[in-house]
Nanobody, 127 residues
Framework: QVQLVESGGGVVQAGGSLRLSCAAS????????MGWFRQAPGKEREFLAA????????RYADSVKGRFTISRDNAKNTVYLQMSSLKPEDTAVYYC????????????????????WGQGTQVTVSS
């Protein structure tokens, strides 16, 4: 497993923007997909976006397409989630996660595919 630490959460007004960071350490990341998930109280943890560490290919949930952008800085071992046009329903704890992939596999969206998780960072969107 890799170790993941999220940061960048906070309180933001509706319509605003926020950038989350996920610092990774441990093993090499060449065959990892790095994903962002969120979980609101009483709700299931949901997939938001993911990126292949080496190739940079991305995948997004329909609910955040056009608003959220995932990226990575290989030199810094960091994955980012840029969030724009935030809504109160975006309020949740946001987690980054890592999935170890076979060569040539597609980016997974299923929760069970991700084996390493950060501690989460709270994002609160006020109206």
């Amino acid at each position: 497993q890799v170790q993941l630490v999220e940061s960048g959460g906070g309180v933001v007004q509706a319509g605003g923007s926020l950038r989350l960071s996920c610092a990774a350490s441990g093993r090499t990341f060449s065959r990892y997909a790095m994903g962002w998930f969120r979980q609101a109280p009483g709700k299931e943890r949901e997939f938001l976006a993911a990126i292949k560490w080496s190739a940079g290919s991305t995948r997004y949930a329909d609910s955040v397409k056009g608003r959220f952008t995932i990226s990575r800085d290989n030199a810094k071992n960091t994955v980012y989630l840029q969030m724009s046009s935030l809504k109160p329903e975006d309020t949740a704890v946001y987690y980054c996660a890592a999935a170890q992939l076979p060569f040539g596999s597609f980016i997974p969206t299923a929760l069970a595919a991700y084996n390493s998780w950060g501690q989460g960072t709270q994002v609160t969107v006020s109206s």
